[in-house]
C-alpha cells in the first residue's frame, strides 16, 4: 500500500515534458507539461521569481488525482527568453501566454496563479474565456501593472537592480531577502531552493536585469478594474494571514467581491504569499473546490 501511495504521488519518472514555445520571434516561453495528455488540464503561472520548480510540491498530488498540469513561465520568467526591447506590459504577457496554450491545444483549463502571475491570469479569463474555466489567484491581485513601486525602486540611481551592482551571489541574496520578507513559515527557504528560484535569471543575468528594467517602465492599455466584470467563471482567491509587503489590498479584496460574479476569498493562518511553498495542501484543497464549483456552474 504504500509503494502504491508513492507511486501516485509521484507519477511515471518520464510524464514530465518539458517545451519551449515560441508565441513570436525571438520571443520563447519555458513550458513544463506533466501527466497524461487527457487528463483535465490545469495551468500554473508563477510569480516574477517563479518557475516550475515552485509548483513542485503541489503538480505531481494534482497528476495523481487525474489532472495534467501545465506550468507557462511568461517571457522573462524562470527560463523563458527574456528579450531586451520586448514588451512586458501584463497585457502582452497575456496575449503570450493565450499564444502558447493555442499552441499546446489546451481548452477550459483551471487556471492557477500566484503573486504577480495573477495579473497576468484575470486578463486571460477576460480576453480568452475559451481558455479558461476557472481561476485560483494564490495571494495575488488585480494589480493594474508590472511597475510596481518596488521595482522602481530596484531600478533608481543606486539601486540594487544595475548591472554593475549585481551578480549571481548577490541576485540571490535579494530574492531570499524578498521571499522571507514575503513568507510566514519560513523554514522552507534554503540555500538550495534560491538556486533553484533564480537558476533562469542568473543562467542570463545582463539579459534578466534587462527584463526586469522594462518591466518596470511597462505601461498598460485599458484598465482591468473596468473589466473584471465580464469574468464570469468562478474565481477563488487565497491569502495568507501573515502580514507581508506584497499582499493583496483590502481595496482590490473589495474590487473583486464587487465586480466578479462568482468569487470566493479564503485565508490561510500562519502562512504569507508563498501558500503552494508553506502549505500546499491548502492550495490542493482550494483547486478541488474550485474545480466542483465550475462543474456547478455548468450544470
Known amino acids: 500500500m504504500l509503494l502504491l501511495t508513492l507511486a501516485l504521488l509521484l507519477g511515471p519518472a518520464d510524464s514530465t515534458v518539458v517545451r519551449d514555445v515560441e508565441v513570436a520571434h525571438g520571443e520563447t516561453l519555458r513550458t513544463t507539461s506533466i501527466g497524461i495528455g487527457n487528463g483535465q488540464p490545469i495551468v500554473l503561472i508563477p510569480g516574477i521569481f517563479g518557475a516550475a520548480f515552485g509548483y513542485r510540491k503541489i503538480t505531481r498530488p494534482l497528476v495523481a488525482r487525474g489532472y495534467r498540469t501545465i506550468v507557462i513561465e511568461p517571457l522573462g520568467y524562470g527560463w523563458s527568453s527574456r528579450p531586451k526591447n520586448a514588451d512586458y506590459s501584463f497585457d502582452a504577457q497575456t496575449e503570450r501566454v493565450a499564444r502558447a496554450l493555442d499552441r499546446l491545444g489546451v481548452k477550459q ?57 549585481m551578480d549571481e551571489s548577490r541576485l540571490r541574496h535579494e530574492v531570499r531577502k524578498e521571499i522571507v520578507r514575503n513568507s510566514g513559515d519560513t523554514t522552507w527557504v534554503t540555500a538550495a531552493v534560491i538556486r533553484a528560484y533564480t537558476a533562469g535569471q542568473n543562467a542570463d543575468l545582463n539579459g534578466s536585469i534587462d527584463a526586469f528594467q522594462r518591466m518596470s517602465k511597462s505601461k498598460e492599455g485599458d484598465s482591468l478594474a473596468g473589466r473584471l466584470h465580464r469574468c464570469e467563471m468562478p474565481v477563488r482567491l487565497l491569502v495568507g494571514t501573515v502580514p507581508h509587503p506584497a499582499e493583496v489590498t483590502r481595496d482590490q479584496r473589495e474590487l473583486l467581491r464587487d465586480q466578479l460574479p462568482d468569487f470566493k476569498s479564503d485565508s490561510v493562518t500562519g502562512s504569507g504569499q508563498y501558500i503552494h511553498e508553506e502549505q500546499p495542501l491548502a492550495v490542493l484543497a482550494a483547486v478541488a473546490e474550485l474545480d466542483q464549483a465550475t462543474a456547478a456552474a455548468g450544470e
Open 109 to 165: 483549463a483551471l487556471l492557477v496563479a500566484q503573486s504577480s502571475g495573477a495579473a497576468i491570469a484575470f486578463r486571460l479569463a477576460i480576453q480568452r474565456p475559451d481558455l479558461v474555466r476557472g481561476l485560483l489567484s494564490i495571494d495575488g491581485g488585480p494589480a493594474e501593472t508590472a511597475a510596481t513601486p518596488g521595482m522602481k525602486k530596484a531600478f533608481k540611481l543606486g539601486g540594487f537592480m544595475t548591472k554593475l551592482a
